[in-house]
């Protein structure tokens, strides 16, 4: 059974950086697009940023531009996030996601078919 | 910035059909996505590519797609089908989430 399992999120002070974590199981890492899709606290979702499998391809949204960062390692099946200049805005649960290919015309056509448990940061003084 | 629009809530008797949508100028060239998320639960895909339902999801559960609105159907509404609903698509440079839409079993 596919398996995502989050980890790093806490609480940090405005302006201050963070690095999450998703391990993966049951599946063969380099071969899907991963993402980091997060959701505020009682709100909606947010894709954040997608690396396609061997890493070469990232796509990032313009709220997290500049200031996130998207890896994976596939020796550890673990794809990562690290957040710099934390806002309040970044307040949220983040979620770790597969991706597969929508076939349709955008590059950015993926949907996702598993989800991690997601982690919880919260940027506050 | 590209937009997918969903009605903020939707109520149904069980056994009833639920219908809930989702409009986004790009909708006709491009897939829609459902997902169904319940309280402090991740997500979980009920139909991609417009119409198609992964496996281990109810038929009750079905998509189509007319223009530029898709529409999740929920037929026979049971009381585990209270949750969030919400759609996502992309554009040539963003993915996108609809606000989500909140299914009411009453």
Known sequence: QVQLVESGGGLVKPGGSLRLSCTAS????SDYYMSWIRQAPGKGLEW????????????YADSVKGRFTIS???????????MNSLRAEDT??????????GGGNSVLDYYFDYWGQGTLVTVSS | SYELTQP???S???????????????LPKQYGYWYQQKPGQAPVLVIYKDTERPSGIPERFSGSSSGTTVTLTIS??????EADYYCQSADSSDVVFGGGTKLTVL
């Open chain 1, 26 to 29: 049951d599946f063969t890492f």
């Open chain 1, 48 to 59: 954040v940023s997608y690396i396609s499998g061997t890493g070469t391809t990232i796509y």
């Open chain 1, 72 to 82: 994976r390692d596939s020796a550890k099946n673990s794809l990562y996030v690290q």
């Open chain 1, 92 to 101: 949220a649960v983040y979620y770790c996601a597969r991706g597969v290919a």
């Open chain 2, 8 to 10: 903020p809530s939707v």
């Open chain 2, 12 to 26: 149904v008797s069980p056994g009833q059909t639920a219908r809930i949508t989702c409009s986004g100028d790009a």
């Open chain 2, 76 to 81: 026979g509404v049971q009381a585990e089908d």
